[in-house]
T-cell receptor, first 114, second 120 residues
Framework: AQSVTQPDIHITVSEGASLELRCNYS??????LFWYVQSPGQGLQLLLK??????LVQGIKGFEAEFKRSQSSFNLRKPSVHWSDAAEYFC????????????FGQGTTLQVKP | GAVVSQHPSWVICKSGTSVKIECRSL??????MFWYRQFPKQSLMLMAT?????????EQGVEKDKFLINHASLTLSTLTVTSAHPEDSSFYIC????????????????FGEGSWLTVV
């Protein structure tokens, strides 16, 4: 069965420091992967997606993610974190069966220290 | 990117009444929309898949008679929580899959802003 794991439930980084949020997936075929960000009390905003092609994808707000098939990973990175990046981050994969259902990881809460 | 709008953002209703939440894709057509429920500090739980012009597909454990879903047009899906009770209080989020060309798996999925339901 497909699954997504975000090993880090909570991460704290200092403002200006680099960030990497981990995401591992379990999927038999070529995965379609997404990263979303959720601010408290709000919906999800798409940061970036990977469907095919270049394994390093650029997203909004200075985020990027790299798809590594050999490691079944799709880690999210940002070179310099801003205080406004504090939020919940979700990694997701489209499930099988061509339905478009998203399978979410548990989420990672990012806290940014001044 | 594409925009999905939910209305209302906040709703308070009395126990036993019904409440409707709308999900609209504003600048694209969506034959498929999804309804999620999210509890505090948890991930999203898929409730049902809403298909335009046909019945919704509910996830295991979700009561279809309690959570009525209607997808009457390519830009609108509604979720009606019938005979609401305090335990139905939650954050409900919809998403819509943007239809682009052939195939479905690669289409981007956009989320609404969510709707807070409080049943008193």
């Amino acid at each position: 069965a497909q699954s997504v794991t975000q090993p880090d439930i909570h991460i704290t980084v200092s403002e200006g420091a680099s960030l990497e949020l981990r995401c591992n997936y379990s999927y038999g075929a070529t995965p379609y992967l997404f990263w979303y960000v959720q601010s408290p009390g709000q919906g999800l905003q798409l940061l970036l997606k990977y469907f095919s092609g270049d394994t390093l994808v650029q997203g909004i707000k200075g985020f990027e993610a790299e798809f590594k098939r050999s490691q079944s990973s799709f880690n999210l990175r940002k070179p310099s974190v801003h205080w406004s990046d504090a939020a919940e981050y979700f990694c997701a994969v489209v499930g099988s069966g061509n339905t478009g259902k998203l399978i979410f990881g548990q989420g990672t809460t990012l806290q940014v220290k001044p | 990117g594409a925009v999905v709008s939910q209305h209302p953002s906040w709703v308070i209703c009395k126990s036993g009444t019904s409440v409707k939440i709308e999900c609209r894709s504003l600048d694209f057509q969506a034959t498929t929309m999804f309804w999620y429920r999210q509890f505090p500090k948890q991930s999203l739980m898929l409730m049902a898949t809403s298909n335009e012009g046909s019945k919704a597909t509910y996830e295991q454990g979700v009561e279809k008679d309690k959570f009525l879903i209607n997808h009457a047009s390519l830009t609108l899906s509604t979720l009606t929580v019938t005979s609401a009770h305090p335990e139905d209080s939650s954050f409900y989020i919809c998403s819509a899959r943007e239809n682009i060309g052939q195939g479905n798996s690669g289409n981007t999925i956009y989320f609404g802003e969510g709707s807070w339901l409080t049943v008193v």
